[in-house]
């Protein structure tokens, strides 16, 4: 049945931007936490190749979202129940809030950072990156207040997007395992002789 149903799917740059940004997440979850367990001399490295993972999400986000805005994503299945379309529209939204979110707030917190202006920022040493001026320039005493702040906050955002992708691919591995419906092929390549929008 699978497999004789029009899928519809989403488009190419809304998939390719799907996955990018997904594997980017992963590999930055993966750099946030192994810094605490390379060597000395190589945290600043690995710190600072997590900064421009995070700052390129973000960029990369603010497409997927003017992607979205223009090109409408394909409808869910007819027999989907109403609960269920709305939790995904809660979750998607929530997704996008933390994907959007989470690099912003570890901005901030490299922003407040001490010795930021002697330490400038480089996109994957290479680019120069500004800090957030109004945060860089506050006061050395709030600012540190600032810096634990806005780190606990990038923390706890960081748990709070762990929760909801594993809701999401557990949702989408429901509907495609349980309820037998395409799900994983809407966001997914067409393969030779596919159909899809």
């Not at 989470?102 to 930021?116: E, F, R, T």
Request: aromatic share 12%; proline share 6%; charged share 20%.
């Amino acid at each position: 049945m699978q497999n004789s149903e029009f899928v519809r799917r989403y488009s190419t740059v809304a998939i390719a931007l799907h996955w990018v940004i997904a594997v980017l997440i992963a590999v930055n979850v993966c750099l946030g936490i192994g810094s605490d367990y390379v060597p000395d001399e190589s945290v600043r490295t690995v710190i600072d190749l997590h900064k421009s993972i995070g700052i390129t999400v973000l960029g990369l986000a603010i497409m997927r979202l003017l992607w979205r805005v223009f090109h409408r994503p394909p409808e869910f299945p007819r027999d989907m129940p109403k609960w269920e379309r709305k939790g995904a529209h809660a979750a998607h939204f929530l997704l996008y809030v933390l994907i959007f979110f989470l690099p912003l707030s570890g901005w901030m917190h490299d922003s407040a950072w001490k010795d930021a202006a002697t330490h400038p920022m480089h996109l994957f040493n290479v680019i120069p990156w500004p800090r957030i001026g109004f945060i860089e320039h506050i006061e050395p005493g709030e600012r540190e207040r600032l810096h634990d702040q806005f780190g606990a906050l990038h923390t706890y955002l960081g748990y709070a997007l762990y929760l909801l992708f594993a809701a999401h691919v557990l949702g989408a591995l429901k509907h495609q395992l349980l309820d037998h419906q395409p799900e994983l092929q809407r966001m997914w390549p067409k393969g030779k002789g596919e159909h899809g929008v």
